[in-house]
Every structure is written in C-alpha cells, then in structure tokens.
C-alpha cells in the first residue's frame, strides 16, 4: 500500500464510508451491523468495526478494510477506491500513478467526460435563461416548475443548433473523447466510417441523470418541437463509460438520506412526478424513468431500505415495465405497498391540483401489495359463479408465486380465498397448493388458447408454399430451443406439427383434446399469420423461457446461500449472468 493510502486509511473512518451504501445500526461499544450488500439475506450479519476499522459477515464471509469494501460495492480497482475514500473524506489527490495503462486511460477518459457533462450541464443551464429559452421556460413553468426547483435540478436547454455545444466542448477534448461522450450523434458515411459529429440534443429541455455522488452522467431530453418533425418525446444518452441505464437510480443521490430516515422508498415512473414531488417537500422519492427496473437497481436499491411504495401512473398500472418492476421487487424480498391516486391522476398532476397534504395522505394510506391484488382480481372478474373465481386465483398466482417466504404465500393464498369467497373446500386447498409449490396457475382447465399459441399453431399448421417461409420460422424456432415451449399448453401438438413433414396436420396431432385446440385455432383464422407475427411470437416465448430460468436461479442461488454452499453459488450465478446477457441481446435485437 502506498503511502498515500495508507495515509488516507488512517483518516478515513470506516463505519461512515460504509453508511455511505448500507444502513447501519450500532450493535455494541464499537460494532455496528445491517443487511449484508454482498449476499441477500433478511437478518443482518455484516459487521463494521469501528475500533479495528474492518467488516466481517457471517453470512457470507467476506471482509476487508475500507478500500476492500469500496472496490467490491463500487465494482473499481484498488486505487480508484483509494481515490473515492480520498474524496469522501476532503482529502486532496496527489498526482496519479497507475499499475496498466489500459486503467490509467480508462480513468482519463471518465474524468474527462464527467469534466464534460459538468461543463455541458452548465451551459445548458445558461442556455435556458437566455432569450432562445423562452419557450423551454414556458414549458417548465406550465409544469408547475418554480426557478428554485429547476436550478435545484439544474435543468436545461439545448438550443436549436447542430453545433453549439460541439465548439464549446472541442475545446476541451479530442475528437474521440467527445464521440465517447454520447452527447453527439454522426451519421455513418457510404465507406462505413462515423462521418463528423453534430449535437445529438436540439431544441429540447435537458434534464441531468447524476450518479450516486450526484454528479452528472447523462441526460434525459424533452423536445419542445410538435408536430412531424418532433421525433421522440424523450431521447436518452446513450450508454457510455460513465453511464448505463440499467445502473441508475433518477434522484437517488437526494433522496437517499432521507430514504434511510423515512424507512421507505417511493417509487414512481417519470422523472417529472419524481422532481415535482420530491420538490414539494416528500424527497425520499426516485424515478425508474418509465422503464422496468433491473437487478442491479433492484439491488442498489436494497442498500437503501427494503420497504417500497409504489406510485406508478394509474394508466400505467397494468403496463410491462411496471409490472415487471414490480415482480422484481417482490422476488428480492421487498414490502411493496401501492398508491392508488383517486381521479386517475399521475403523481405531477395530483400533488398540483390537490396540494402536498393530500399526497402525502395517499401515500401513507397505500395498500400492501396483496389486498391490492385481491382488489383488482375481484373487480376483473366479478360475481359468484365457479368460473369468475377460477379466473381470479389464476390472475393472482402468477404474483403469489414470486414471493420468497413459504409463510407469506400461504398467508397470500389464505387472505385471496377468503375475500374471494372461495367457499369450496377443494377450490380454497387447490388454490393453497399453487400457492406453497409456486405453480401459476390452478389446475382447473378453463380451456381456451393464448394469443402467441394460436399463432404458433397457425404457423406450423402453414401448407401452401407461398407462406413456407413463415413456417419454417416457427418450425425451426422450435426444433433448436424445445425447452423454452414447454410450458406452452399446446406444446405437444406443437411439437407434433413441427416435424410432421409433408402431412396433413390435423393429423399428426392425436391427443383428442390437443387436437381440438389445434381445431380451434384453425378454425377461426382467415389468412395464415404474417413473418413478423411469428417472429415477435416465439421472441416472447423465449423471453419468459429465460425469465422463468432465471427465477429458478434466483431460489436455487438463495438457497445454496443459506446452506453456505458458495461454490454452487459462483456455479450458478454465472449460469445467470448469461442468462441475463441472452435476454439483453435478446432486448437490443429486438428494438434496433
Ligand atoms: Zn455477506
């Protein structure tokens, strides 16, 4: 250890940089204690000793002094935690050396592009007070935004210029640096090279994305433009060495002190619900930005509290992103309880119009996560009959099944049956042991196909050659990856039609009651499905064929955690590392 960190070791107190990431609580003279940030657990065993300055868990044995712990939580090398602690505690850097040169340029170049989007940000916060900003002005004050909160957020605006942050930020970099920066667009040219770079944010108000410490690493832009020449109403940075989506919390560095006071997060979608409420006095508030959380936020997240409320837009409710936030959330463990706005109000709109006292008593009156599910299977599936109640516990199971604790889903499945009026004795036990073996769905058949089996049947069942094209994706798709169908209901049929060669189909399907599905999806169709529809089909089965495995991971790794099996659990988490890079791949092929 240089002198220089052994220096900055011997200043630094431990137990105030760990709190820094986890909450801790003292735990004896010298000893605090919380929730692990390196293995999952419910009960804390990660210890911090102030006198010895170390950590220890019981749980997962790891332990070290404070730049251990920093380049394990931070995820950096040996002297960029030196240089972070340094930092944390007012302690000037000494001129840097490296152990490779390949660091050395990689912390270059992040120091640059934080030095540049400090500078960006500056700017178009100048830039936004100045007479071409009127318009962005205007909008931010319809928004109900005063001029103390949008400094607060250091709000922005681009001006209508392909080139006017450019020639302010060229002096300051080289052309690479800047193309890694994200705060430019360049147009590929006809040999394939990038051609020169131009302002990827124009006439658009910008909203700075900080980084834990709170300082800015990307932006997110509204356009000001309507009409056909808008383009999106947001436009992102891209990912770039400082910044990856799926890493950042919006607002987490102001709100996470009074997070840990408050004893809970509140979540929201949009990064304006977040800015306006957390302006209004209630800061313990962060914004997924419309997007379903990711592990990794989940468990940024977790080092914060474990106790959410949720308050995502009441038109939104039932969308993807939330709900699978959601389901996340619930997975690692959360307490999650929903806010329900009354007028179908977004939280901006309701904390304006109705005032911070009202909110704040919106929030406070949430309900836990299952007497709000119950909720909204009672009143999708209404009235008494047998049929209504089998729909309502299948809505219902899905979510009951992520739950970790075998008490809390019998309590769930309990609390379900009773509100439901599930009097049938063999109806409330059916729906209890979906509930403690995490099946999702009871096995009272109702019949019927989902949209992508239909479509899938369809495809296979294809016999003019004009279309064989569009079998064979099908086909093929399921041939290579058997794995990912099975849990469809019509998967022998499916498989049956997939290499049934030049027969008939509804031949080669013998199952009586697969037949007669097979019968039904045939029968109601008019034209055979278009190439894109099987596509987008079996891309769906694959994702939730890879969303079900890694759930399997998820319990397998917790529970190999708690018998200390730490081998099996580096075997399968790297097993779910690739899994989670199949599905990413999967995503960007998918949206390009
Ligand atoms: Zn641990």
Redesign the pocket.
């Known amino acids: 250890m240089s002198d220089f960190a052994q220096g900055v070791k011997q200043q630094a107190d431990i137990v105030k940089v760990v709190e820094g990431y986890i909450r801790l609580r003292k735990a004896g003279a010298q000893n605090y204690s919380g929730l692990?940030?390196?293995?999952n657990?419910k009960t804390p065993?990660?210890n911090v000793n102030a006198a010895r300055q170390f950590y220890y868990?019981?749980?997962?044995?790891?332990s070290g002094d404070v730049f251990t712990f920093v380049v394990k939580i931070e995820n950096v090398s040996f002297r960029e935690a030196v240089r972070i602690v340094a930092q944390k505690c007012g302690i000037p850097l000494p001129k840097r050396e490296f152990s490779s040169p390949e660091e050395a340029a990689e912390a270059r170049l992040r120091a640059k592009l934080l030095e540049l989007h400090e500078t960006a940000a500056a700017w178009f916060e100048e830039q936004l007070q100045a007479p071409e900003g009127a318009l962005a002005r205007e909008y931010l004050g319809g928004r109900g935004l005063s001029p103390e909160g949008i400094k607060k957020f250091h709000i922005g605006y681009a001006p209508d210029s392909f080139h006017a942050l450019e020639e302010l930020l060229r002096r300051m970099a080289d052309d690479a640096t800047l193309r890694a920066s994200g705060l430019f667009s360049a147009k590929e040219q006809g040999d394939g090279t990038p051609g020169p770079l131009y302002d990827r944010f124009r006439k658009r108000v910008m909203f700075p994305i900080a980084n834990e410490s709170g300082r800015v690493i990307a932006f997110t832009a509204r356009t000001l433009e309507t009409g056909e020449k808008a383009g999106p109403k947001y436009i992102n940075s891209p990912e770039t060495a400082l910044y990856s989506k799926g890493q950042v919390l919006f607002n987490l560095d102001k709100a996470k002190s009074v997070i840990r006071q408050a004893g809970f997060a509140l979540l929201v979608e949009g990064q304006m619900d977040c800015i306006s409420v957390f302006l209004r006095g209630i800061q313990n508030v962060i914004a997924t930005s419309g997007t379903a959380f990711t592990e990794q936020q989940v468990a940024i997240l977790k080092r914060h509290t474990s106790n959410v409320v949720v308050n995502f837009d009441p038109d939104a409710a039932g969308s993807n992103a939330a709900e699978k936030s959601i389901a996340l959330l619930t997975e690692e463990g959360f307490s999650i309880k929903i806010v329900t706005l009354d007028g179908g109000l977004d939280p901006d709109r309701y904390i304006r119009e109705r005032g911070v006292e009202p909110y704040s008593q919106a929030v406070r009156g949430a309900k836990w996560q299952a007497d709000y599910l119950i909720e909204r299977a009672r009143a999708a599936f209404p009235g008494g009959n047998a049929d209504q109640k089998v729909k309502a516990m299948n809505f219902l199971l899905p979510h009951i099944r992520r739950i970790p604790e075998k008490l809390a889903r019998d309590q769930f499945a309990a609390d379900a049956a009773q509100k439901l009026g599930i009097d049938s004795a063999v109806l409330r036990e059916e729906l209890r042991q979906a509930a403690l073996r995490r099946r999702d769905h009871v096995e009272v058949r109702t019949a019927g196909l989902t949209e992508v089996e239909r479509v899938l049947l369809r495809a296979l069942a294809i016999v003019d050659s004009e279309h064989e094209g569009t079998r064979r994706l099908a086909a093929q798709a399921l041939l290579q990856q058997p794995a990912w169908f099975e849990q469809l209901g019509v998967f022998p049929a499916l498989r049956a039609l997939a290499d049934r060669q030049a027969r008939d189909p509804m031949d080669v399907v013998e199952d009586p009651a697969q037949r007669a599905l097979l019968a039904k999806a045939l029968l109601g169709e008019t034209r055979p499905p278009e190439e894109s529809e099987v596509a987008s089909s079996v891309q769906q089965i694959q994702e939730q064929g890879i969303e079900s495995r890694q759930r399997e991971l998820r319990g397998l790794i917790a529970e190999a955690e708690r018998r200390g099996d730490f081998a099996e659990v580096a075997v399968l988490s790297k097993q779910k590392m690739d899994l989670d890079r199949a599905l990413r791949d999967l995503h960007r092929n998918n949206h390009q």
Do not use: I, K, R
């Open positions: 692990c940030p390196f293995h657990e065993s990660f868990c019981f749980g997962c044995q790891a």
